[in-house]
C-alpha cells in the first residue's frame, strides 16, 4: 500500500484467487440471465502473504442483443489492510473474460477508507484467478 503525493491511496498490484465459489445451479460453465452465485477471494501481495478479502455475489440480469454481451449485478464487501469497502454494480461478464482491465467504483465503509471514492482494478484470467489487482482511494476533497 503506498501514499502518493497526490494523496491517491493505492493498494497493489495484486492477485485475487477464489477460495469458495457457490453456484445456484452447481454448474461452472457459459454464464447465462438467471445465473447466480456467491464466492470469497483471497487477495494476494507481491509477497505471496494474505492481505485481504472479497466476499462477492452476483446474478446475470442482461443480455445485450447487438452482440450476446452477458452482464451480472455484482455487490463485493471488501476487506483491506486499514479499512473496508464495497462495490455494487453491473459488470460485463463477456468483456471479463477476454481479459481486459476491468475498472469499477469502489466505496470507502470503514478505517482508512470509510467515505473516500475509488476504482477497484482486475484482469481476469480465469473464473477463480484475477491479476493486477489494485485499490485506488482518491483523496477527500
Not at 65 to 70: A, F, K, N, R, V
Amino acid at each position: 500500500m503506498s501514499q502518493h503525493p497526490s494523496g491517491l491511496i493505492i493498494i497493489g498490484p495484486l492477485t485475487e484467487v477464489t477460495t469458495e465459489l457457490k453456484l445456484g445451479d452447481g454448474v461452472l460453465g457459459a454464464p447465462k440471465v438467471g445465473d447466480y452465485g456467491t464466492y470469497q477471494d483471497d487477495l494476494i501481495d507481491a509477497d505471496e502473504k494474505k492481505i485481504g478479502e472479497v466476499f462477492g455475489r452476483a446474478e446475470g440480469v442482461y443480455q445485450r442483443p447487438s452482440d450476446g454481451h452477458l452482464f451480472s449485478w455484482y455487490v463485493e464487501d471488501i476487506t483491506l489492510p486499514d479499512g473496508t469497502a464495497t462495490y455494487e454494480g453491473p459488470l460485463d461478464v463477456t468483456a471479463a473474460q477476454s481479459s481486459v482491465l476491468l475498472r469499477f467504483p469502489i466505496v470507502g465503509t470503514g478505517g482508512r477508507y470509510e467515505g473516500l471514492l475509488g476504482i477497484r482494478e482486475a484482469r481476469v484470467l480465469n473464473p477463480k484467478l484475477y491479476v493486477d489487482v489494485r485499490f485506488v482511494f482518491f483523496p477527500e476533497v
